[in-house]
């Protein structure tokens, strides 16, 4: 299993796709590491992860007409390991990979990560290179059977003790590297494959086993999604973190939709397993893809993401540039209120959900804070309720509103309040309200 002590709550960071594409450079993470320290991370915010194709000569190069290039030239050591291109990372160069630059994030007092494609390099296979460890030769692990519809780097890796020996050797070297975060794509749903859309179930199981011998603490996250339900207990054993839905963009369907996502995964959260709604779209995005803009979102919008993933409790994950972010923006992914909701020790659970709004409830079971917050799925303003009793909130409670801090007494046990369209409001009741007695009350 790879739960451990290093993920007990939801990991908080920025991750370079939702801007970048597949273009980052050293630079520019370094650029956002940098704000990252200054500005997110007393409030919890601290990985920095490296998003796809780091590897690749020219990437981005033809965004026109493909987003990943067919079979590029890709940066890789004599065992078919993927090195970063060091044209866009220099610090790499003579065999030093991602260290000078997990260095410096690390020297910051944040944590580095990286996302790789499940499989093997094709290079490597078709080149016959050696497997470090394992006696054989790439085209014999590799499976050309099994390769991604979106992605043309990678074949799957067969399940065979020389296929856990590759996996082996690139946690070894990642771990070498410094890396602390791995996010692991075209794997979490192998969508290419339908009648068979778990079709990398043994790869999950081998990058867990590779994680526990390399002698590092690292976070195991798989995507894309929408993960499987029904493999809910192999997610939960073998990773830290699972994609729920597909990409997740700035389109207020997709947020709605999330609603129905985040109700199936509810009873899923616990320390050191956490369902992933994705990243946030927030700032601006789009520049690798050549449309840089502001996020769609509007700014009632992004609140009610920001409510749901806490309340939740999926992982954060910056998709804009944080070197852009303006002064609201910071002010909504620093809201400290909010942000203590994000712990597996806050039980989410969703009381209403339909076309209109939805209502859910979250008790601290540590600290004895109750929350409830109401979100209005309309296009236009509403007045939303909800029963107080249902929220485990007692008679002349004082609620405080998080976003806000105003404070209200919900009358005759039931708590109403007008909401913006798309927007929510989300109430703390007990300790934090200033009842150090106050117990859960949420059954």
């Excluded at 499976?143 to 003790?161: A, F, L, T």
């Excluded at 409830?361 to 409830?372: D, L, Q, W």
Aim: aromatic share 12%; net charge negative.
């Amino acid at each position: 299993m790879v739960k451990d002590q290093f993920a007990v709550t939801p990991p908080m960071g920025w991750n370079s796709y939702d801007y970048y594409d597949t273009t980052v450079n050293e630079e520019q993470v370094k650029a956002n590491a940098a704000y990252m320290a200054a500005h997110l991370k007393e409030y919890g915010w601290q990985y920095v992860v490296v998003d796809i194709q780091w590897y690749a000569h020219g990437a981005g190069s033809k965004r026109d007409r493909y987003q990943y290039i067919p079979f590029s030239r890709l940066e890789m050591d004599g065992y078919g390991r993927l090195l970063p291109d060091p044209e866009r990372f220099p610090s790499s160069a003579d065999g030093q990979g991602f260290a000078p630059l997990a260095d410096y994030v690390h020297s910051l007092g944040l944590k580095f990560g990286i996302h790789i494609m499940r499989g093997i390099p094709r290079k490597a296979g078709h080149d016959h290179l050696p497997v470090k460890g394992a006696g054989c030769t790439a085209d014999l692990i590799a499976d050309p059977s099994s390769i991604c519809g979106w992605n043309p780097d990678m074949y799957g890796v067969r399940k065979m003790p020389e296929g856990q020996a590759y996996y082996d050797s690139i946690l070894e070297l990642y771990a070498k590297w410094g890396v602390d975060f791995v996010k692991c794509d075209d794997i979490c749903n192998t969508n290419l494959y339908p009648h068979n859309p778990y079709s990398a179930q043994h790869e999950v199981e081998m990058l867990a086993r590779a994680i526990r011998k390399c002698g590092r603490q690292i976070v195991l996250s798989l995507s894309p999604g929408p993960a499987l339900i029904s493999k809910a207990w192999h997610y939960e054993t073998y990773a830290n973190m699972w994609r729920i839905t597909d990409d997740f963009w700035d389109d207020w369907k997709l947020l709605k939709n999330m609603f129905e996502r985040c109700e199936l995964w509810q009873n899923h959260v616990s320390e050191g397993c956490y369902p992933d709604c994705d990243m946030l779209p927030v700032g601006y995005v789009g520049k690798g893809f050549g449309r840089e803009r502001l996020t769609n979102f509007t700014r009632e919008e992004q609140r009610t993401m920001l409510t749901l993933w806490c309340l939740f409790g999926s992982p954060l994950m910056i998709g804009g540039e944080l070197t852009k972010l303006d002064q609201w923006t910071l002010s909504l992914l620093t809201n400290r209120e909010v942000l203590r909701m994000l712990t597996p020790a806050c039980r989410p659970r969703q009381l209403c959900l339909d076309d209109t709004k939805a209502v859910w409830k979250a008790c601290n079971e540590k600290e004895g804070t109750r929350y409830i917050a109401m979100f209005n799925l309309e296009e236009k303003e509403a007045c939303l309720r909800a029963a107080c009793e249902d929220a485990g909130i007692r008679q002349g409670e004082v609620l405080t509103e998080l976003w806000t801090g105003e404070t209200v007494i919900p009358a005759d046990g039931v708590l109403c309040a007008k909401v913006p369209p798309h927007g929510c409001v989300v109430y703390a009741a007990g300790r934090m309200s200033g009842d150090p007695a106050a117990g859960c009350g949420c059954a």
